[in-house]
Nanobody, 118 residues
């Protein structure tokens, strides 16, 4: 099975930066959408950013101007550069790979913790 493995999370002070990486075990970056989701305690999982195979991006309003999603198909890796981090960004961040076209798929990583605290 395809596996997504996130890395790069950790503890950072407000205003700091982190870069999350999501490496896939298979060649699934030629189509579909890659996304980063996050889930804070007591809250629903929400979409943070997504990027299509063509490079189109979408961001949650709360992270626009601060986060940047990118992908490297040759490395089967998607990144989330997070700048000017705020305490509200604290959550477990999950990588997702999705395609609605056949053969469809919807893969999730195990998550990586991001904690923003002074």
């Amino acid at each position: 099975q395809v596996q997504l493995v996130e890395s790069g999370g950790g503890l950072v002070q407000p205003g700091g930066s982190l870069r999350l990486s999501c490496a896939a075990s298979g060649r699934i970056f030629s189509r579909g959408v890659m996304g980063w989701y996050r889930q804070a305690p007591g809250k629903q999982r929400e979409l943070v950013a997504s990027i299509t195979s063509g490079g189109s991006t979408n961001y949650a309003d709360s992270v626009k101007g601060r986060f940047t999603i990118s992908r490297d198909n040759a490395k089967n890796t998607v990144y989330l550069q997070m700048n000017d981090l705020k305490p509200e960004d604290t959550a477990v961040y999950y990588c997702n790979a999705y395609s609605s076209t056949w053969p469809s798929y919807n893969y999730w990583g195990q998550g990586t913790q991001v904690t923003v605290s002074s």
